[in-house]
C-alpha cells in the first residue's frame, strides 16, 4: 500500500509569494495532520483533521497560513503571503484512530527567499 | 514544564553495546506512548507504540512503559551504525486526540 504522499518534495519562492502544500493520506485514515519542522523549535503540530474536519487549529502560527480537506483524499495547507521565517520542513501524517499510530508522509523542504 | 521531555543528547555508544533512551511526560492520564527514529534529512519513522505498564520487544528494540513514574524508554541492543539517528517520543494524551512530540534524542554509535 501506499504511504502518505506530499508534494512538492521541494519548494523555494520569493517573500510575498503563495506556497501550497499538498497531502494524500494513507486510504482508509480519517486523522491527517500537519506538522512544521524546524531546528529551532522542533516538531510542532500545526493542525489535523478528522474525517475532513478541522478539529484543532491552534498550532497554526497566524492568519497568513490555512489548510483544507475538501475530501478524504486529499489536503492543502497553504501560506500567503510566504516569509523567509517559514522556511522549514512540512510534514503531512495520518493515522486510523487517534490518539494512536501516526504515518509520516516524505515532507515537503519550504525555503522562502 | 515540557509536555514530552528528552535528553538532547548526542548519546554516544559503541557498537554492540544496548543503547538506552529515556522520556518524561506530564499528563498523567496519557494512555498512549511511541517512539519514532528520524534519520538526518528524512521524516519521522514509527518504531514502537506501547499502552500498557512493561515492556514491549520487537526484534533489538525494547520499549519500558512505567505510568506511575510517568516515564517511557527505549532499549536498543547489539547497537548498529544504522542506527545512529534522532529518537522521537510522542505520548497521546488522555484528553485529544493529538500525539505530544518531544524535541528528540539524538543517538551517535561508534564502531
Known amino acids: 500500500d501506499a504511504g502518505v504522499i506530499q508534494s512538492p518534495r521541494h519548494e523555494v519562492t520569493e517573500m510575498g509569494q503563495e506556497v501550497t502544500l499538498r497531502c494524500k493520506p494513507i486510504?482508509?485514515?480519517?486523522?491527517l495532520f500537519w506538522y512544521r519542522q524546524t531546528m529551532m523549535r522542533g516538531l510542532e503540530l500545526l493542525i489535523y483533521f478528522n474525517n475532513n474536519v478541522p478539529i484543532d487549529d491552534s498550532g497554526m502560527p497566524e492568519d497568513r497560513f490555512s489548510a483544507k480537506m475538501p475530501n478524504a483524499s486529499f489536503s492543502t495547507l497553504k501560506i500567503q503571503p510566504s516569509e523567509p521565517r517559514d522556511s522549514a520542513v512540512y510534514f503531512c501524517?495520518?493515522?486510523?484512530?487517534?490518539?494512536?499510530?501516526?504515518?509520516f508522509g516524505p515532507g515537503t523542504r519550504l525555503t522562502v527567499t | 514544564q515540557k509536555e514530552v521531555e528528552q535528553n538532547s543528547g548526542p548519546l554516544s555508544v559503541p557498537e554492540g553495546a544496548i543503547a538506552s533512551l529515556n522520556c518524561t511526560y506530564s499528563d498523567r492520564g496519557s494512555q498512549s506512548f511511541f517512539w519514532y527514529r528520524q534519520y538526518s534529512g528524512k521524516s519521522p519513522e514509527l518504531i514502537m507504540s506501547i499502552y500498557s505498564n512493561g515492556d514491549k520487544e520487537d526484534g533489538r528494540f525494547t520499549a519500558q512503559l512505567n505510568k506511575a513514574s510517568q516515564y517511557v524508554s527505549l532499549l536498543i541492543r547489539d547497537s548498529q551504525p544504522s542506527d545512529s539517528a534522532t529518537y522521537l517520543c510522542a505520548v497521546g494524551p488522555s484528553s485529544a486526540s493529538k500525539i505530544i512530540f518531544g524535541s528528540g534524542t539524538r543517538l551517535s554509535i561508534r564502531p
Open positions: 486510504s482508509g485514515h480519517d486523522y
Open positions: 501524517a495520518s493515522s486510523s484512530s487517534a490518539p494512536r499510530e501516526q504515518y
